[in-house]
């Protein structure tokens, strides 16, 4: 059992950076991919970054790519995401999730609460 407790949203201007973190209990972290998702209103989740076990391969959705940054700390059992210039779009409620199964990013075997990111213009 993966607990996942998401931090680090709030509001921020546009252009602006914010710096997500999803802690996790428990001793297993590092045997999990971790993944970001993102709900905006009205809209359907959708996949924003990935990083595998180690932290060696990372994956960026095309909307991201360039702007924000995944990362972890195994011995923090910790993943970060560091979002710069931040637009309107990217506000969304913001989830991580823990993924060790394989197929598709959604396939995941926990997920976080979320945490709201509002980008004002």
């Known amino acids: 059992q993966v607990q996942l407790v998401e931090s680090g949203g709030g509001l921020v201007q546009a252009g602006g950076s914010l710096r997500l973190s999803c802690a996790a209990s428990?001793?297993?972290?590092?045997?999990?991919?971790m993944v970001w998702f993102r709900r905006a209103p009205g809209k359907e989740r959708q996949f924003v970054s990935a990083?595998?076990?180690?932290?060696?391969?990372?994956y960026y959705a095309d909307s991201v790519k360039g702007r924000f940054t995944i990362s972890r700390d195994n011995a923090k059992n910790t993943v970060y995401l560091q979002m710069n210039s931040l637009k309107p779009e990217d506000t969304a409620v913001y989830y991580c999730?823990?993924?060790?199964?394989?197929?598709?990013?959604?396939?995941?075997?926990?997920w976080g609460q979320g945490t709201q990111v509002t980008v004002s213009s």
């Open positions: 999730a823990a993924k060790q199964r394989g197929g598709s990013w959604a396939d995941v075997d926990y």
């Open positions: 990083i595998n076990w180690s932290g060696a391969s990372t």
């Open positions: 428990g001793r297993t972290f590092s045997s999990y991919a």
